[in-house]
């Protein structure tokens, strides 16, 4: 089970899902080697070995980067796993290098640097479903 963001490039005045125009092309992140090198810079320690599926390790979480074979490349999905809210730095780090904007796909919505809501509720319910109480008898 993961925390899915995905980093796309938007208009700078949108501040929300709701606020994108019905007809909005969000245009490329770039050239395939380009985003490889920009996530590179962003994110010196991720593992690019397989160049479609990155991943970035931390001391308490891992975070999949999946950037697909698409060339240009149109969007990057995060799958992130674990607890600490430093997994956000390296989130805003990769969206601030790419010029995008990162949408929480549980919450349906923008977030920002230092917005932790839909990450602690995603742990909250992770760990609500992964280890249910014991039946009482």
Known sequence: MSWDVLLLRLPDN?????EIPVDHT???LGRL?????AVAQAAPDADLSDPTWGELL??????????G???????????IRGSGDDVLTPVFRLA???GCKVIDCAEGDLITAGQTSGWHAFQQFRDRVSDPAEPQN
């Open 69 to 79: 074979d698409e060339d240009p490349v149109d969007s990057i999905m995060l799958h």
């Open 14 to 18: 949108v501040t929300s899902v709701q």
């Open 58 to 67: 931390g001391p308490t979480w891992s975070m999949e980067l999946n950037i």
């Open 26 to 28: 969000s245009p490329p």
């Open 33 to 37: 080697h380009d985003v490889l090198a």
């Open 96 to 98: 601030e290098t790419l």
